[in-house]
């Protein structure tokens, strides 16, 4: 049973800390994407790559936000430093050929205090 | 500025009645939609999906309409059933946009025995 795994599930920080969330997409999906879901916003895309390389990350504050694929197995999400208005779930999803046809990971639920 | 807009933030329906979840697009270039659902504390997971040639698609319970002219889409589950509540997202994708979907706020679908 395929499907994207992401650690960790739960995340409480003070501010000014370094979060690192990660990802584990789908064997073979060659397209991996970050959300930020907030109760304001909705689902945000925050950066997606294909085939490891960074496509499109201008849903990101720049400053604190990083996003990286080091292998195909890997995907990282860093925020440094931290803020309270971080605070939402973080997800990831991975796609193959169909790229509108998103598999989502269970999220990360981040809380900066 | 929204391209995808749900306006109902939440929607409550009986057992066995359907549940009609609506959904706008501003963006003309949108030319595949989809509907995805949401339980708590886990991803989003692909539900059904239609393409701008069509104005229905069918399967099973689930039902969506896409009307072009008014761009306007909706979700039809008949009959709805206690395990449908959930939070639904419409998103819209266009080739211009790499057929990354833009998703909507979400409308949280409670279905009662």
């Known amino acids: 049973d395929a499907r994207v795994t992401q650690t960790p599930r739960h995340k409480v920080t003070e501010m000014g800390q370094e979060v690192t969330m990660r990802c584990q997409p789908i064997?073979?999906?060659?397209?991996v994407f970050w959300y930020r879901q907030t109760m304001m916003q909705g689902l945000e895309l925050l950066a997606y790559f294909r085939n490891r390389a960074p496509l499109d990350d201008s849903g990101m504050p720049k400053d604190r936000f990083s996003a990286e694929m080091p292998d195909a197995t890997l995907a990282t999400l860093k925020i440094q430093p931290s803020e309270p208005r971080d605070s939402a779930v973080y997800f990831c999803?991975?796609?193959?050929?169909?790229?509108?046809?998103?598999?989502f990971g269970p999220g990360t639920r981040l809380l900066v205090l | 500025d929204q391209q995808v807009k749900q306006n109902s933030p939440s929607l409550s329906v009986q057992e066995g009645r359907i549940s009609i979840l609506n959904c706008d697009y501003t963006?003309?270039?949108?030319?595949?939609f989809l509907w995805y659902k949401k339980y708590p504390a886990e991803g989003p997971t692909f539900l059904i999906s239609i393409s701008s040639i069509k104005d229905k698609n069918e399967d099973g319970r689930f039902t969506v309409f896409l009307n072009k002219s008014a761009k306007h889409l909706s979700l039809h589950i008949v009959p709805s059933q206690p395990g449908d509540s959930a939070v639904y997202f419409c998103?819209?994708?266009?080739?211009?946009?790499?057929?990354?979907?833009?998703f909507g706020r979400g409308t949280s679908l409670i279905v009662h025995p």
């Open positions: 999803a991975s796609a193959g050929r169909v790229i509108q046809t998103q598999y």
């Open positions: 064997l073979g999906h060659n397209t």
């Open positions: 963006n003309s270039m949108f030319d595949y």
């Open positions: 998103a819209a994708s266009a080739w211009g946009g790499s057929y990354i979907p833009t």
